[in-house]
């Protein structure tokens, strides 16, 4: 599991090993400041971090 | 900068022809406070209610309090930034009366048109009984204002109106003609000390995040700013007002303006300690990086100030616990020894982790207290305000029958904790 | 007269052994069992003994519906007195016997008095006040342990405080949990004071303790993203417009499953955030903001993973008790581990 969330520390607090700090904390897979075609390049791009950090073994919590 | 306060308190309130103080004896004319807010009000209609200390008397829907303070000299006005242009506050003479409060109840006229983040919590003042001690206010009389805004009304209009109406009859109580009877006369003031006395901050972290959830310094919301220097006098003359409705962990309006951690810090100046002033931040920011700015820039102001030491407070919870965090530690990281005051949240049973953010460097801690703990909660005998208690838009519940809640259900619930003494241990 | 109310399970109430375990909640006037022992040490004393009676996976499935008849029946009895168990090892009893005990000490703010061996996980459930008998792990132990449920409930009527703590002290297990007491000063003067102390360098105690969260172990993946199933979980309340399950806008009880399948990405207007601890105006406008469908069809037509799973789940956490939302989460772990999901992205608020 990967954690996508603003409260990264909080996170490692509690022991979550792959941790992610997304964007803002009312909408931590959005940018809706870009337009729709960017904000959804912007999300691939995050997701495939996500899913790098998916293939990434962790012992400890970490922040990608 | 220095503060005369002329201090009045009450023994007794009532209604009466005209509005005056009459040595401890405080009558209110309901004619008096429509005439002072006139034009304020459109749309909104008041009923003007009673409260008194040790009565049994519950009122609920309450929004904010606010203590009634009136300069006495010069041209500026408490609560600067609210009527007409803001002017520096914080010297020359300020008249309060200290026990006393305007209390403004009521609901939002469009709750369906409000996110769910935006929508007012409940607080109810229990002024006797089980109630009291988690009760900001129970231990003051009360003017309330419960307002009731008709359907024209939109919800921004009703926020930016309770506001000025609560401050104008604030002011105006405190103007009162003053008759037999001396006031007590307090100066606030930083005066010089001893050079060997530690040097002390207080870091006051406030929530202002979004509408219904702000908090104004000079009439101007305190978002994305970065922390400033405020001295203590300032507070008690309003600069700070509350237009925060997450009722049980907002600092009210009156204790922005008379807040004891301020008083005790006042106290204990050239004493115990060289007593700085006061450093105001912003909780809530919405990511971790600005979070963690936001105490670095609270320990370099607090370290540019030639702080030694800092007692720390928060308004809230959950999310603002960890931009609070970060400030502590990011003071003692700059060396500057930190105690922080905070509620704990376990469980109702106990069992929970006390804190959703502790760092290593937060490692003297004042506790409130534990605020999911259930109590039996009886009725009172009369209730103000309202026909029923929301109970944080699960239910909603019948003042006139008792109920299990935890304190969330108190107005100020988290500060007054603190402030009644209340603490977590651990029992069997 | 002083009335005692005995909380037993179906088979220490004389029902039956585990296929009476679903045994809905019932009343019996008179003691049953090892109330019959209890009732006849306290004849001294004058007392009205009756029994509540409730299947353990009754009270397991439909704890609301118990505990609400169980709430008639104090209603109806009007004990002065509530025990329940001993549960010794039994876990499911021992669970029965906490909650029934914490909700009548909450409700009836009268003594709550229940008995368990210390590895019950009942120990987890236990109320403030409650008393815990500490127990041997078998029936083998009841006669001994009667005896101090017996020698509690004489000492609550005699009204001896000390002698109740010290049986407390003495008898009784020792699950300390954290609770609010009234300090010897309010907290700003304990605050400068603590400052001080430090400033001084003299030794100091912080009054709130850092606590460790449990850890688990953290899972790698085993083969490659290629031949798995993600699956989209989140924290954000989001629901299709309507809730139509009610799902809670803080502290959510339950999570729920929505179906993703023949969606390409969640549309303004089909779905909303219930959640009071986010300003959701923004993803109410766009959903994939809390839960990336969009770019997850992206990648999954770009095979970067196998498979997208057909259902993401929800539930609330804003205010929520850890211990509840770790109860949620293996829910869905459950549930997706027994869908062959390799692999799961949460987003949290």
Redesign the interface.
Known sequence: ???????????A???I??IM??????????Q?ELPPEE??RW??S???K??TA??T?????KIF | MELELVDYALEELRWGERTALNGKSLSISVADLEKQIEGLSHGIRIDYRLARPGESTRIVHVLDTVLPIAKSSGSSLTFPGFDGPAELVGTGRTTRITNLLVTVAGRFPHPELMTPIEKPREGIIDMAGVGAPYSYGSDYFHLVLSLTADSSVSNASFDQSLRPIALRCARFLAQAEKTGGEPERNTVALNQVEERLPKVVLLYQVQSQLACARTFYYGEEVSRTLPTFVHPAEFFDGALVSGNYKSERKIPTSLHCNNPFIAELLERHGKAMNFLGVILSRGYNDSFEQKRKMGLWVARLARNLGADGAVALMEGTGNGTVDFMQTVKACEDEGIKTVAVLHESNGPKGYERPLVDHPKEADSMISRGNVSEKIYIPPLATVIGGADIDLHLKATHDPRLPFLFDPTIFFGSYGKMGSSGFRAVYQN | MVKVLHYLNQFFAGIGGEEKAGQELLFIPGPVGAGAVIENELKGHGVEYATIACGDNYFHEEEEKAIRAMGAALERFQPDVFLAGPAFNAGRYGLACAKVCSWVRDNWRIPAITGMHEDNPGTQEVGRHVFVIQTGASAAAMRESLQRYTLLVERLLAGNETAVENFRAEHCLSIPRRFTVRSDAPDYVRAVNLLLTKLNGQPYESEIPRVEAKRHPIPNLTGSLTDATVALVTEGGLVPKGNPDRLESSRGSRYFKYSLNGREDLRRGEFEAMHTGYDTSTVDQDPDRIVPLDAMRVLEKARRFKKLHDYYFVTTGTGAMPSKMEEIGAGIAEELASSGIGAVILTAT
């Open positions: 599991m990967v954690l996508i969330t603003c409260l990264s520390n909080v996170a607090q509690v022991g090993g792959r700090g997304g964007s803002k904390f009312h909408y931590p897979v959005g809706p904000e959804l999300r691939v995050l997701m495939e996500g899913l998916l293939e073994p962790v012992q400890e919590p």
